[in-house]
């Protein structure tokens, strides 16, 4: 049984920095696409970025491009979140996901609904 664990949340003030990270263990092969999420009080969840395992090709958020860094150590099923220049509006439970799957993969790995595996969620606070 694949098991996601976080760490790395806290709060902060705003225009500081965290970085989250997330391992996977319990995986007998490498993921498919790992991605952070997010879910702030009384909205809905929001994919913040996506990485490919094999090809690291990774996606944004608009709102987040330029602060936040999705990367990966492909070899541990480990990912982390750089964020940078942090605002209030980050505030939120952010967690991390996985896709195991073998075989080929059409999908675009930005719906929760894609993902098998869910950390348990780690949070993040910035305040003004």
């Known amino acids: 049984q694949v098991q996601l664990v976080e760490s790395g949340g806290g709060s902060v003030q705003a225009g500081g920095s965290l970085r989250l990270s997330c391992a996977a263990s319990g995986a007998r092969y490498s993921s498919m696409c790992m991605a952070w999420f997010r879910q702030a009080p009384g909205k809905e969840r929001e994919v913040v970025a996506r990485i490919f395992s094999q090809a690291g090709t990774t996606y944004y958020a608009d709102s987040l491009k330029g602060r936040f860094t999705i990367s990966q150590v492909n070899a541990q099923n480990t990912v982390y979140l750089q964020m940078n220049s942090l605002q209030p509006d980050d505030t939120a439970m952010y967690y991390c996901?996985?896709?195991?799957?073998?075989?080929?993969?059409?999908?675009?790995?930005?719906?929760?609904?894609?993902?098998?595996?869910w950390g348990q969620g780690t949070q993040v606070t910035v305040s003004s």
């Open positions: 996901a996985a896709l195991f799957r073998l075989g080929r993969y059409g999908g675009t790995c930005l719906s929760g609904s894609e993902y098998n595996y």
